[in-house]
């Protein structure tokens, strides 16, 4: 992978607009979200995110059937 690039789900571009999105949706529906939950839920999803991802590495790592030369 180019050390330019990083994948979509660490991108804080991606997951506000993401928020932003659901966000609409849940004014529509008559729940009221303001600006300030929108950057906390998006500080918190690019946080689990990258958690989740190292899990899943590891978690992969270690139930791999051949080994890492």
């Not at 609409?24 to 303001?34: D, F, H, Q, R």
């Amino acid at each position: 992978m180019n050390d330019e690039m990083k994948p979509w789900y660490k991108s804080r571009t991606v997951w506000g607009a993401l928020i932003a999105i659901a966000a609409s949706l849940a004014n529509a529906a008559g729940v009221e979200v303001t600006t300030g939950d929108e950057g906390e839920l998006t500080d918190l999803l690019v946080a689990a995110a990258g958690t989740i991802g190292g899990v899943i590495a590891i978690y992969g790592r270690i139930s791999a059937r051949r080994p890492v030369r």
